[in-house]
Structure formats: C-alpha cells, structure tokens
C-alpha cells in the first residue's frame, strides 16, 4: 500500500502561482507512475499531468507550458509546480500512483486550488 497526502493548496490571484506537493508513505515510489489529477465543481476527475520513473512527463493541452512536475524519489515525494494560474484551473487537486499509464491504484485525500478572478 502506498499513502499518498497533498499539501499546497490555496487561494491565489489570476496569473499567480502555486506549488503542490504529494508526499507518499508506505513504499518508495520511485518505480510508480505518479500523477496529479484535478475535479472541478460538477465535472468529471480530469487528468493534469503525470510523470514516468525516468522522469519523462505528460501534461494535459490545458495546462502545457504553465505547469510543472517533478519528482524527488529521495523524499519520496512529487510536486506539482502551477504558475500563469487561471480561474479555469480552480479545483480538488489529486495526486495518484500507479504501475500503468491507465491504471492508478492509489489516491490521495485531494487539496483544494483556487484561483479567484
């Protein structure tokens, strides 16, 4: 089992920034796919970004090029770094590990992110 807790949330103006963060327990991650996901009020969970153990990455079109994420296997934590924020990007935000690209087996409890116009 891996536990997963994000931090970093907040409220932020448009065209601000912020820095997610998914510290996970339980066993290291270094071999997990690690995801961030984010669900906005009356719509569906949608994919942000996500990051590969050689450290390649995935963004969703939506926040190519204003987001950021990294991965510090050593503290066995990712992050997500947000910047150019819009109040479009306003939402739960989700960190997930899993072992496939389709498939995330472990979730974390969700911080929230908004971004007031």
């Known amino acids: 089992q891996v536990q997963l807790v994000e931090s970093g949330g907040g409220l932020v103006q448009t065209g601000g920034s912020l820095r997610l963060s998914c510290a996970a327990s339980?066993?290291?991650?270094?071999?997990?796919?690690m995801g961030w996901f984010r669900q906005a009020p009356g719509k569906e969970r949608d994919f942000v970004a996500r990051?590969?153990?050689?450290?390649?990455?995935t963004y969703a079109d939506s926040v190519k090029g204003r987001f950021t994420i990294s991965r510090d296997n050593a503290k066995n934590t990712v992050y997500l770094e947000m910047n150019s924020l819009k109040p479009e990007d306003t939402a739960v935000y989700y960190c997930?590990?899993?072992?496939?690209?389709?498939?995330?087996?472990?979730w974390g409890q969700g911080t929230q992110v908004t971004v007031s116009s």
């Open positions: 997930a590990a899993g072992v496939r690209i389709s498939q995330y087996d472990f």
């Open positions: 339980g066993r290291p991650i270094y071999s997990y796919i």
């Open positions: 990051i590969l153990w050689t450290g390649g990455s």
